[in-house]
């Protein structure tokens, strides 16, 4: 069984403040990574994904990525009240079958 | 462009009973990927369809059967309803499987409630 772990929260930070979202997953043939944002009662929207060590920043997204300790974050600068929702950290494995944390509730307090 | 639709959008079942669920990709798209989500065990896998032909399955049991169709929409069934299939099925279509390439976009998601 594939493993992806992440803090379920929640994560309260002040607005303006970096949000910091983090995972692990077990399985070391893992081939991509993704981030997803869900907010309640709605779908899952792609964020960003990463495939290769180091940092990828998109806006007031980064996503960093290490394979050895098999760990991939997610930070959130200059947080907004809109950011609030669940994130949901996605490994792919074997091309197309991905495995999903159980998320991280984050709030951002204006 | 149209997004991926889901039908019906709520469904209220008994133990014992069948449901079919169906997932209509965006135009295109020949990937649709099935996925259950619950408050304890998060967003799990359930099978992938690509050109009418499952080409991956998760580890659920085999009430939970799927189909696709020639024009890629799909189908999952399932049949002898648990009080545990109470969930969010959620269906994610993309051009060609969901990998780093082809990014998946996901339905709204059918809310199945097992009595």
Redesign the interface.
């Known amino acids: ?1 594939k493993e992806v772990e992440q803090n379920s929260g929640p994560l309260s930070v002040p607005e303006g403040a970096i949000a910091s979202l983090n995972c692990t997953y077990s399985d070391r043939g893992s ?2 990574f ?1 981030w997803y944002r869900q907010y309640s009662g ?5 964020i960003m ?1 990463i ?1 290769s060590n180091g940092d990828k920043e998109d806006g007031r997204f980064t996503a960093q990525l290490n394979k050895a300790s098999q760990y991939v974050s997610l930070l959130i600068r200059d947080s907004q009240p809109s950011d609030s929702a669940t994130y ?1 950290c ?1 490994v ?1 494995y ?10 991280t509730k984050l709030n951002v307090k204006p | 462009k149209a997004g991926v639709t889901q039908t019906p959008r709520y469904l209220i079942k008994t133990r014992g009973q069948q449901v079919t669920l169906s997932c209509s990709p965006i135009s295109g798209h020949r ?1 649709v ?1 099935w ?1 259950q989500q619950t408050p304890g ?5 359930l099978f ?1 369809y ?1 050109s009418e032909t499952q ?2 399955k ?2 659920f049991p085999g009430r939970f059967s799927g189909r696709q169709f020639s024009n890629s929409r799909s189908e999952m069934n399932v049949s002898t309803l648990e009080l545990g299939d109470s969930a969010l099925y ?1 269906c994610a279509s993309s051009l060609d ?4 390439y082809n ?7 059918t809310r199945l409630t097992v009595l």
């Open positions: 069984q081939q991509s993704f709605k779908s899952p929207e792609l994904f495939y949901l996605a792919l074997n091309f197309n079958k991905f495995y999903f944390g159980s998320g | 990937s990927s996925y065990q998060g967003l799990q896998f992938e690509f080409r991956n998760g580890n959620l499987g969901p990998t780093s990014e998946q976009f996901f339905g709204p998601g």
